[in-house]
T-cell receptor, first 114, second 113 residues
Framework: EAGVAQSPRYKIIEKRQSVAFWCNPI?????LYWYQQILGQGPKLLIQ????????DSQLPKDRFSAERLKGVDSTLKIQPAKLEDSAVYLC????????????FGSGTRLTVV | KQEVTQIPAALSVPEGENLVLNCSFT??????LQWFRQDPGKGLTSLLL?????REQTSGRLNASLDKSSGRSTLYIAASQPGDSATYLC????????????FGKGTKLSVIP
């Protein structure tokens, strides 16, 4: 089974610029998550999708972050405008009740805002 | 609000030693607990998943235990190898219809040849 695909792997942008990350979950996994991991910290949930609907976006900074999951498959996370404190690794994950809600994570996108 | 703590934050051991990583969580009403491994600059690799009704899980040289009532889990690594060097993250799922993970900050393990 193919894993969770993310792109790009790395991105460097200047503050106030915009950036977008893409995620393709494991086929058939209805639930998709975006997590933010700041250096030295554990990942923190940004948003949870069930199919193409948002389940929880309470920790998403909505003034600058947005996310969508068209057709319940791929997802895009966007930051506009970026701030220095957005420098982090952005991880996409999917989980399946058939696997007892075990998670599979992508390799992540490392964002550096300068 | 669920909080997950991992002790120690960093650990350095000589090759061949057995070691234990600790994880504690504040709310015992969990659905499952997962241990992940993270190599520098990489994503997370799931190592072991323990359901709330289980006491332990084993995979190769790894053994994870869960004491839900006391809010604790341990990850035991036998006969450590330099290739085990990585950050190990513990995370719990609280269930109740939402299977979001709450993570600890991780333990950075270095196995010295």
């Amino acid at each position: 089974e193919a894993g969770v695909a993310q792109s790009p792997r790395y991105k460097i942008i200047e503050k106030r610029q915009s950036v977008a990350f893409w995620c393709n979950p494991i086929s058939g996994h209805a639930t998709l998550y975006w997590y933010q991991q700041i250096l030295g910290q554990g990942p923190k949930l940004l948003i949870q999708f069930q199919n193409n609907g948002v389940v929880d976006d309470s920790q998403l900074p909505k003034d600058r972050f947005s996310a969508e999951r068209l057709k319940g498959v791929d997802s895009t996370l966007k930051i506009q405008p970026a701030k220095l404190e957005d420098s982090a690794v952005y991880l996409c994950a999917s989980e399946s009740y058939e696997q007892n809600y075990g998670y599979t994570f992508g390799s992540g996108t490392r964002l550096t805002v300068v | 609000k669920q909080e997950v703590t991992q002790i120690p934050a960093a650990l350095s051991v000589p090759e061949g030693e057995n070691l234990v990583l600790n994880c504690s969580f504040t709310d015992s009403a969990i659905y499952n607990l997962q241990w992940f491994r993270q190599d520098p600059g990489k994503g997370l690799t799931s190592l072991l998943l323990i359901q709330s009704s289980q006491r332990e899980q084993t995979s190769g040289r790894l053994n994870a235990s869960l004491d839900k009532s006391s809010g604790r889990s341990t990850l035991y690594i036998a006969a450590s190898q330099p290739g085990d060097s990585a950050t190990y993250l513990c995370a719990v799922t609280s269930g109740a219809g939402s299977y979001q993970l709450t993570f600890g900050k991780g333990t950075k393990l270095s196995v010295i040849p």
